[in-house]
């Protein structure tokens, strides 16, 4: 991969041969940009929600983690967060991966933690409607986090590692929180801040809700979609 990538860099491949590159977000665009992809070819285009969960303003208390259970994802982060908390503040775990019996082990002992396992995705969208937000603890480079744009459409604000495209996605202090990643004695204090503060972090959600509408339905996406065909074929043909 390396030789080929090395290659064409020296052809001028992905310079005079491709007309536009699709990025996810404007993190990885710098990203690529960084790697030598040409900046007047790089547009952004984020991914959305084929089935809008609809808007739920009221909520049952709890936080809620979807995830696939890996050391990536940063549910033990997660875990050690609420072992800090030191008080029963509800959270339900979902997901599967190669971390579900450490998950399943170390809720046992921590009050107020439900580990639940895989649920189809109708009965997830049930779930964020009635939290009151998602924890987004990852701690890698994510290309997106379709998960949190879900979470906005119910109107649940998202309490995010401030890192990569997870960072972008979400407004620290209008759309959720963002707290250092790796660093559960910071999520903590995030999760309490939100405890503490139901209407604030409820206004959030609002505001959650609106950054759904203005970006990630699909008729935004399929309209921004046709603008970078428009300006590719304009590329091709120029």
């Known amino acids: 991969v390396a030789a080929m990538t090395g290659l064409h860099r020296l052809l001028g491949t992905w310079s005079t041969k491709v007309s536009a590159y699709v990025t996810l977000t404007e993190f990885a665009r710098q990203k690529f940009i960084q790697g030598g992809l040409p900046a007047d070819k790089l547009f952004v285009k984020p991914n959305f929600v084929v089935q809008d969960p609809g808007y739920n303003h009221e909520q049952d208390g709890y936080f809620l983690f979807v995830g696939r259970l890996i050391q990536e994802k ?6 050690d967060a609420w072992e800090k908390l030191g008080y029963a503040i509800p959270l339900k775990v ?14 046992t002992v921590l009050t107020g933690v439900e580990y639940l396992g895989y649920r189809p995705l109708s009965e997830v ?12 603890p ?9 998960v949190v744009v879900e979470a906005f459409a119910a109107g649940k604000p998202v309490i995010a590692a401030n890192l990569g495209a997870a960072g ?7 759309t959720g929180l963002h707290f250092i990643a790796r660093d559960p004695a910071d999520l903590a204090v995030k999760v309490l801040w939100a405890w503490n503060n139901p209407e604030q972090f409820a206004h959030m959600g609002l505001q959650a809700r609106k950054e759904y509408e203005a970006k990630y339905t699909a008729e935004r996406n399929y309209a921004r979609l046709m603008e970078i065909y428009t300006v590719a074929k304009g590329m091709a043909t120029a």
């Open 138 to 146: 990852s701690q890698c480079y994510e290309t997106f986090g379709r």
């Open 125 to 136: 969208h049930h779930l964020l409607k009635r939290a009151r937000a998602l924890i987004f």
């Open 168 to 174: 972008e996605l979400v407004e620290h202090g209008k």
């Open 94 to 107: 979902v997901g599967q991966g190669p971390l579900a019996s450490e998950a399943r082990r170390r809720v």
């Open 74 to 79: 940063g549910v033990l982060t997660l875990l």
